[in-house]
T-cell receptor, first 116, second 111 residues
Framework: EAGVTQFPSHSVIEKGQTVTLRCDPI?????LYWYRRVMGKEIKFLLH????????ESGMPNNRFLAERTGGTYSTLKVQPAELEDSGVYFC??????????????FGSGTQLSVL | GQQVMQIPQYQHVQEGEDFTTYCNSS?????IQWYKQRPGGHPVFLIQ?????EVKKQKRLTFQFGEAKKNSSLHITATQTTDVGTYFC???????????FGQGTTLQVKP
């Protein structure tokens, strides 16, 4: 079974530019999450999709971040325009079927974003 | 909002020594999960605790959930170099899939 895949693995951009991250969850996983880890700090929740619907986007930092999951399969996270504080590792995770507590998450390898 | 505090941030041990990381919350947790992230890798699920006072073991790893469901610990007996990485606790948030992660404890093991 293929795991959660993320692309690109690394991205280096300049402040003010746009970057789009992609996540392909495990096939059949309706729940898709975006998390971010800034250097040495905790892994912070950004948002949660159930199929194509945003279930919880309370962790999105501001309106420079836009997440989509058209068709309920892969998801994209766009940062426009990027700022220095957006640097970090962006993880995507998925879990199977219903959004209930106690579901373990399967994480992708992450995208290391560096904004210069 | 809900926060989970995890200590210590770093731990260096000699191979064969024991290691413990602790998570604490000011609020009662519905459940707690533990993840391990190897250097350069991604978080991988280890275990989930749900019941008050629950203790679970995985070989040399022992996981505990406090009686009040406000704290948890992970103890590794006789560490090995393969144990290196960052260990995260993560608390479930109500009936959603959202997890609140602790800051992580990075373990270094000297051979």
């Amino acid at each position: 079974e293929a795991g959660v895949t993320q692309f690109p693995s690394h991205s280096v951009i300049e402040k003010g530019q746009t970057v789009t991250l992609r996540c392909d969850p495990i096939s059949g996983h309706d729940n898709l999450y975006w998390y971010r880890r800034v250097m040495g700090k905790e892994i912070k929740f950004l948002l949660h999709f159930v199929k194509e619907s945003k279930q919880d986007e309370s962790g999105m930092p501001n309106n420079r971040f836009l997440a989509e999951r058209t068709g309920g399969t892969y998801s994209t996270l766009k940062v426009q325009p990027a700022e220095l504080e957006d640097s970090g590792v962006y993880f995507c995770a998925s879990s199977r079927s219903l959004p209930m507590a106690n579901e373990k998450l399967f994480f992708g390898s992450g995208t290391q974003l560096s904004v210069l | 909002g809900q926060q989970v505090m995890q200590i210590p941030q770093y731990q260096h041990v000699q191979e064969g020594e024991d290691f413990t990381t602790y998570c604490n919350s000011s609020t009662t947790l519905s459940n707690i999960q533990w993840y391990k992230q190897r250097p350069g890798g991604h978080p991988v699920f280890l275990i989930q605790l749900v019941k008050s006072g629950e203790v679970k073991k995985q070989k040399r790893l022992t996981f505990q959930f406090g009686e009040a469901k406000k704290n948890s610990s992970l103890h590794i007996t006789a560490t090995q170099t393969t144990d290196v990485g960052t260990y995260f606790c993560a608390a479930g948030s109500g009936n959603t899939g959202k997890l609140i992660f602790g800051q992580g404890t990075t373990l270094q093991v000297k051979p």
